[in-house]
């Protein structure tokens, strides 16, 4: 299968970016939503940055993606090491943590 070129434009303050080191994952039938935010240290209470709302198919290819630029990143850097899991808080709902 050949590979399609898109054209995509990224105006500056999008290309600066939004810190994130925490995120949620809900969802319903029709869509995926990822609330990307901001947890200080001790602090109990985070600030979502950023959300995306995508169709299932949409977080299907999203997951592919990510899958295999991780497999890429760790094949070049080494294996990432996760945190402990009782470094995250647990949040419950349709969803999980990212």
Known sequence: MAEQK???NINEEVAAGIYSNFSII???????IIDFAAMMPGMPK???R???VMTPQNAKRLLNALADNLAKYEE???VITENRPDTIP???GNGGLA
């Open 6 to 8: 898109i054209d995509i």
């Open 26 to 32: 809900t969802h319903s039938n029709a869509e995926f």
């Open 46 to 48: 985070g600030t979502v």
């Open 50 to 52: 950023s959300r995306i």
């Open 76 to 78: 070049k850097n080494g």
């Open 90 to 92: 647990i949040i419950g």
